[in-house]
């Protein structure tokens, strides 16, 4: 059985990021009502390592997870894929999803839904050397606020492109 749910008229928000150095993140937002944002976050370098790679991030997890287990192995549980993902999405939105851009995405999600519309997550990326937010895992946005995923409410949906150069005239 597969469901699919219709959102009326989604409101866009698109989203571009960059780093321009390896421990800041550039972004900027656009409304579909013309609102305009942009800033800067710090980032830890060994936050964007782990995002850089989701497998790599999902074996550092395990990992960790195995360190901290009852060393007896009695009672020890496996961590489970979605408990996996839900950690490395609930570090991204966090990471990315705070102070101001935080206030911006809040407050044009809560208009939408004031609306009855969904929310469109338009996220733009620019590559930038080996370390860069094309290859980070935006599908597994985790809000710990929703206790959900973003990707897998009916109120959003993510969308993820380059920042491709404009043609030459």
Same mark, same amino acid.
């Given at each position: 059985?597969?469901?699919f749910?219709f ?5 866009d928000?698109?989203i ?7 421990d800041l ?9 013309g609102?305009?944002?942009?800033g800067?976050?710090p980032?830890?370098?060994?936050l964007?390592? =782990? ?5 790599e991030?999902?074996?550092? =997890? ?6 901290y287990?009852d ?5 020890r549980?496996?961590?489970?894929r979605?408990?996996?993902a !839900?950690?490395v ?10 102070e101001?851009?935080?206030? =911006?995405v809040t ?5 939408? !839904? ?16 080996q370390?860069t937010?094309?290859t980070?895992?935006w ?6 606020g929703?206790?959900d995923?973003?990707?897998?409410? =009916?109120?959003f949906?993510?969308?993820?492109s ?8």
């Amino acid at each position: 059985l597969v469901k699919f749910h219709f959102m009326i008229i989604p409101d866009d928000l698109e989203i571009s990021f960059s780093l321009p150095t390896s421990d800041l993140l550039h972004w900027e937002l656009r409304a579909m009502d013309g609102g305009r944002a942009l800033g800067d976050l710090p980032l830890e370098s060994e936050l964007i390592a =782990q995002f850089n790679d989701l497998e790599e991030a999902i074996t550092v =997890q395990r990992c960790v997870r195995d360190v901290y287990a009852d060393p007896t192995g009695a009672g020890r549980t496996k961590p489970t894929r979605p408990d996996i993902a !839900r950690e490395v999405g609930s570090r991204l939105f966090r990471t990315v999803f705070r102070e101001r851009l935080h206030e =911006q995405v809040t407050g044009y999600r809560g208009r939408a !839904r004031a609306l009855g519309r969904g929310t469109r997550l338009h996220i733009c990326t620019a590559s930038s050397g080996q370390l860069t937010p094309a290859t980070w895992p935006w599908e597994y946005l985790y809000d710990d606020g929703l206790r959900d995923f973003l990707a897998l409410r =009916q109120e959003f949906s993510i969308v993820r492109s380059p920042v491709l150069p404009l043609p030459h005239s």
